[in-house]
């Protein structure tokens, strides 16, 4: 009775089109899921609990990373065989053992894939990991990065040589884990001189979001910060209800790239530091301070003062 296409025509019987467009929309959701999932399944991550053959890997470095958290993990080292843009072979640094992995390049992408791998080790893996080879900055810095996430903790290179000897069992110098904590802050916080260059957009929106904050930003020759200088609008709007007692002091700033750290303060009602304005400069000297002395006074205006010592009080 049912019959696919209509007698004597080549039509395709209606019922039998929906089926067929249906089978297809089915088939094609299936292609696309499977390509979808596959997709899915590229690790771009280091902490792996297993090596296997057929992972793929977001590119060379990440699978790098992932052995050597493996390797770590699993109290075992290996040995680099071969390392080029398309390939990367390891084994296990007991030329004895049969522990390898090999990995290369999938298909035209950073895509690594791992090829071949004989995960059982016959050596005895139970050795003491004193300077173990995969414990390198960059793997130490990955592994203790989410510890520099708040900057309300100071996480020191002596608590990620503690730690790292208590989860993996590796001992460390203090030179490694030092840095391995710069490594840790570059992944978190990026670099720093990127970072420098993101300061004008980030002085553009405290003003958008302090509408009446000051700042200005001067640079050298060759576009490097040379100095900066911030008053934000509460600063100015609560000056007016405070004694005119301006105190000012510099720091050094103890970060790769040095500099100083200017800052002009008073007192509340309360006795509590009531910051005015702060700067930075590339160095404390005469023409640094002056700039930020000129800066401070189009601010707050000018005053009989008297200068003592490391202070400047200025009274009205
Ligand atoms: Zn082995």
Partial sequence: MSSTTNEGSNVPYIPRLVEEVADFIIEDHTKRKKKLE???????????????????????????SALSYYAMMHNFQFKTDRS?????????????????VRASKYRDQDLFKVRKCISNHICSVEIVMEDHRQAKNIVIG???????????????????????????????????AWRSRKKALRLVRGNPDDLYQKLQMYLHMLKQANPGTIT????????RLKYLYIVFSNSIKGWRYLR?????????????HGGSLFSASTLDSNNNIFVLAFGIANSENDNSWLWFFSKLRDTYGEHKGMIASNYIFFFT
């Avoid at 991550?45 to 296997?52: A, G, L, Q, S, W």
């Fill in 38 to 64: 596959k997709i899915q399944t590229v690790i771009s991550y280091h902490r792996v609990n297993t090596i296997d053959q057929g992972q793929i890997y977001k590119d060379k470095n990440t699978i790098k």
């Fill in 84 to 100: 080029e843009p398309r390939e990367y072979l390891v084994s296990c640094t007991d030329d004895t053992c049969s522990w390898f």
């Fill in 142 to 176: 990955e592994l203790i990065k989410n510890k520099y996430k708040s900057i309300k903790r100071n996480y020191t290179p002596n608590d990620t040589m503690n730690n790292i000897n208590d989860d993996f069992g590796v001992t460390m110098g203090n030179t490694k």
């Fill in 216 to 223: 200005h930003l001067l640079t050298d020759k060759e576009d």
């Fill in 244 to 256: 005119s007692i301006i105190a000012v002091d510099g720091t050094f700033l103890k970060n790769a």
